[in-house]
T-cell receptor, first 118, second 114 residues
C-alpha cells in the first residue's frame, strides 16, 4: 500500500502571499489531519477532516484553512503569509471509523512540505 | 499549556544498551498513547502504541509502559542500535472516539553510539 504523499515537498513564498498544500492519504483512510512543526513549538495540531467535513480544529488563526475531497485527498491553505508561518507542514491519515465508533487514533504521516516565508 | 511533556531533550546511549525515553501527561482523559520516530526532513514514523486499559505493550525491541496513576509513559528500546538515532515523540489521543487529533510532546533526540 502506498503511504501518505504530500506535494510540494518544498516551497518558498514571500510575506502576504497565499499557499496551498496537498495531501493524499493512504488508500481507504478517511481521516486526514494536518500538523505544523516548528523548532520552538514542536508538532501542533491544525485541523482534521473526515468525510469532507472538518471534525476538529486546533488553535490557529483563520488564515489557516483546509478542505477534503470526496476521494479523501485534502488541501490546506494559508493566506496572507507571515514570517512565522515558516515550518514543516505534516499531513497524517488514519483508518479511524465513523464518528461514534470506537477505534484508535493511529496516524500515519507523510514526508511533509517545508514552507519558507521570506 | 503543555499537556504532554518530554522533559529530556536528548539522550545518549551505547550500542547494545537499553534506551529509556520518558513522557508525562496531565490530562487524565487521554485514552491512547503513541510513540513516533522522526528523522530529519522526513515525517514521523509510527513505532508503537498503548491503550489506557493496558500497562505494557511490546513489539520486538520496543516496549511501552504506561503508569496511569503517575500519568507517565516510557519507551524502552533493547538493544539499542545506531540506526535508532532519531528524534522520538510521544503523543496522546484525547478521550473521544471521533477525533483525529494527537497532542505531541516536544521530542527527545536519541543518539546511539557504536
Amino acid at each position: 500500500k502506498a503511504g501518505v504523499t504530500q506535494t510540494p515537498r518544498y516551497l518558498i513564498k514571500t510575506r502576504g502571499q497565499q499557499v496551498t498544500l496537498s495531501c493524499s492519504p493512504i488508500s481507504g483512510h478517511r481521516s486526514v489531519s494536518w500538523y505544523q512543526q516548528t523548532p520552538g513549538q514542536g508538532l501542533q495540531f491544525l485541523f482534521e477532516y473526515f468525510s469532507e467535513t472538518q471534525r476538529n480544529k486546533g488553535n490557529f488563526p483563520g488564515r489557516f484553512s483546509g478542505r477534503q475531497f470526496s476521494n479523501s485527498r485534502s488541501e490546506m491553505n494559508v493566506s496572507t503569509l507571515e514570517l512565522g508561518d515558516s515550518a514543516l507542514y505534516l499531513c497524517a491519515s488514519s483508518s479511524m471509523g465513523l464518528a461514534g465508533a470506537r477505534s484508535y487514533n493511529e496516524q500515519f504521516f507523510g514526508p511533509g512540505t517545508r514552507l519558507t516565508v521570506l | 499549556d503543555q499537556q504532554v511533556k518530554q522533559n529530556s531533550p536528548s539522550l545518549s546511549v551505547q550500542e547494545g544498551r537499553i534506551s529509556i525515553l520518558n513522557c508525562d501527561y496531565t490530562n487524565s482523559m487521554f485514552d491512547y498513547f503513541l510513540w513516533y520516530k522522526k528523522y530529519p526532513a522526513e515525517g514521523p514514523t509510527f513505532l508503537i502504541s498503548i491503550s489506557s486499559i493496558k500497562d505494557k505493550n511490546e513489539d520486538g525491541r520496543f516496549t511501552v509502559f504506561l503508569n496511569k496513576s503517575a500519568k507517565h509513559l516510557s519507551l524502552h528500546i533493547v538493544p539499542s542500535q545506531p540506526g535508532d538515532s532519531a528524534v522520538y515523540f510521544c503523543a496522546a489521543s484525547p478521550g473521544s472516539s471521533n477525533t483525529g487529533k494527537l497532542i505531541f510532546g516536544q521530542g527527545t533526540t536519541l543518539q546511539v553510539k557504536p
